[in-house]
């Protein structure tokens, strides 16, 4: 098997393409596969599209007959996984600036790097379909492999629980919603609140996970919709994974996601999960589960059946865990290397 070269433009410790990379090159160790990461040496003042294109003609020039796996949008990849989602869907969706020439050079690299791979990667069936119908690419040349996610051993409710209502005094009688999501405008956080304030159930804590530049607006958001003492917005947390443990409900009402890790990891903690039909993960889900988009209320009455129905919540929970359970990492590490080892035999 020829060496891969893995391509990834920022050599970071954080993100989901770098735990993905991070997890892929434990798995070809394993398997004494040689591989070698490629980065950027272009420095990080330079403006973000023209890193862009110094990055491709540093892959071009250095290419010759080296095997590519990339998670970039480049014009020479031999293999591309599309974790970042279709720039073109995308964009139809989220209002850019027009102006800014990295949404054009994206456009342009996103069809030269669909067009020139052997073997494309979706993770998930909607990715899949929005490469086909933005693009016109040969669905024969697309395979759907979707993320996977060992949830962490060891864990207990009890400690959880009990660490939790010491930070925020909260108490074992309460249900537990959780969002847990980095950017709150594309994944929704206005129409979660929305909703959270329309539930008949008022017996329920809910926590806002991640990254946000306009913290103090949803704050008053909170206010606006009179959640105030029932919506606690925490930012960055280095303890995500209690939270998962000890919520009941996980939503997500993404306007685009390819995939959504926060879904399967919620699913894997034994959460009752509701997301939208453009989060790539609802896949995994009951139709009943997902919602049409951010702004549908027909979810409400369904969070109100489970938050008072303990019985029908722990059963779903189940279910929930046991889908989680057949998406490990080692599978998606697999069937990736699978692709690979096709790829390089064309």
Known sequence: MKRIYLIREKDSLHGGAEVYLSRLKTQFK????????????????????????LFNLQLWIYKGDKFYFSLERIICPDVYRAGDGVHKAFLKIQNKSKLNPLHKLLLFLEKKCLHNSKIIIANSKMVKEDIIQSYGIDPNKITVIYNGFNPLEGLSYENSISKLE??????????????????????GVHELLQILSQLSDKNFVAFIIGKEKKYKDYQKLIKAFSLEG????????????????VADIFILPSRYEPFGNVVLEAMSYGNVVFTTKRTGA??????????????????????????????????EKQKNISIAMQYSVERNQLKTLEVIKLSQND
Do not use: A, C, H
Request: glycine share 4%; proline share 4%.
């Open 230 to 245: 029932k919506v606690k917005i925490l930012g960055v947390r280095n303890d995500v994974t209690d939270f998962y443990v």
């Open 166 to 187: 010491k930070e925020f005094n909260i108490n074992s009688n309460q249900s537990i919603i959780l969002y847990v999501g980095s950017g709150y405008k594309r994944k």
């Open 282 to 315: 609802s896949e995994l889900l009951k139709e009943e589960f997902i919602m049409d988009g951010p702004n549908d209320n027909s979810i409400i009455k369904k969070i109100d059946n489970y938050l008072i129905n303990p019985n029908l919540m722990i059963e």
């Open 30 to 53: 394993k398997q004494n596969i040689e591989y070698k990461s490629i980065y950027s040496i272009f420095p990080r003042f330079l403006p973000s599209w023209l890193r862009l294109i």
